[in-house]
T-cell receptor, first 114, second 113 residues
Framework: AQSVTQPDIHITVSEGASLELRCNYS??????LFWYVQSPGQGLQLLLK??????LVQGIKGFEAEFKRSQSSFNLRKPSVHWSDAAEYFC????????????FGSGTRLQVQP | DAGITQSPRYKITETGRQVTLMCHQT?????MFWYRQDLGHGLRLIYY???????DKGEVPDGYVVSRSKTENFPLTLESATRSQTSVYFC????????????FGSGTRLTVV
């Protein structure tokens, strides 16, 4: 079965600083990879996804992520963080089957300092 | 309104009672899912459905029952609520195309006392 690890439970960055959130997955083949963001009291919103092709994918709100097969990683990056980016971020993996169910990591809570 | 709606937003129930959480989507998406969110665990899949009358267990199905008689509705029932089922429950839907994108509801916060 696939699994997802987000090693950082909580990250604090200063506004304007760059951001990288780590995600590692375990799966035998190339999975489908996703990043979601959850603001307090809200549902999850899709930031970006990777299925195949270019390993650097662009998402909404200025986020990007890079798929590195050799490292089984799909890290999320943003060059300059805004205070409104404070939220919880979830990495997720899916398989190319009819099941379509995603497996989520445990999340990384981002705090942004002024 | 178009979208995916969950009801109620908040629910407090007593141990042993049956409670049903509702999920309704207006897109006619084929796939629907129930996840629970607990601190330190992220989201864990309870049940999913690929179409009306087709459901299957996820990672943590014990103590839950689902049905899907209509494409747009996917209720989740806790047959006899326990304190360990205190959680935030999210419903999601996805179309059968290749985009794989989920749309999530706003969640139901359930407290079992």
């Amino acid at each position: 079965a696939q699994s997802v690890t987000q090693p950082d439970i909580h990250i604090t960055v200063s506004e304007g600083a760059s951001l990288e959130l780590r995600c590692n997955y375990s799966y035998g083949a190339t999975p489908y990879l996703f990043w979601y963001v959850q603001s307090p009291g809200q549902g999850l919103q899709l930031l970006l996804k990777y299925f195949s092709g270019d390993t650097l994918v662009q998402g909404i709100k200025g986020f990007e992520a890079e798929f590195k097969r050799s490292q089984s990683s799909f890290n999320l990056r943003k060059p300059s963080v805004h205070w409104s980016d404070a939220a919880e971020y979830f990495c997720a993996v899916g398989m190319d089957t009819g099941r379509r169910a995603l497996t989520f990591g445990s999340g990384t809570r981002l705090q942004v300092q002024p | 309104d178009a979208g995916i709606t969950q009801s109620p937003r908040y629910k407090i129930t007593e141990t042993g009672r049956q409670v049903t959480l509702m999920c309704h989507q207006t897109w006619s998406h084929s796939y629907m899912f129930w996840y629970r969110q607990d601190l330190g665990h992220g989201l864990r899949l309870i049940y999913y459905s690929a179409a009306a009358d087709i459901t299957d267990k996820g990672e943590v199905p014990d103590g839950y029952v689902v049905s899907r008689s209509k494409t747009e509705n996917f209720p989740l029932t806790l047959e006899s609520a326990t304190r360990s089922q205190t959680s935030v429950y999210f419903c999601a839907s996805s179309d059968s195309d290749s985009s794989y994108g989920y749309t999530f509801g706003s969640g139901t916060r359930l407290t079992v006392v």
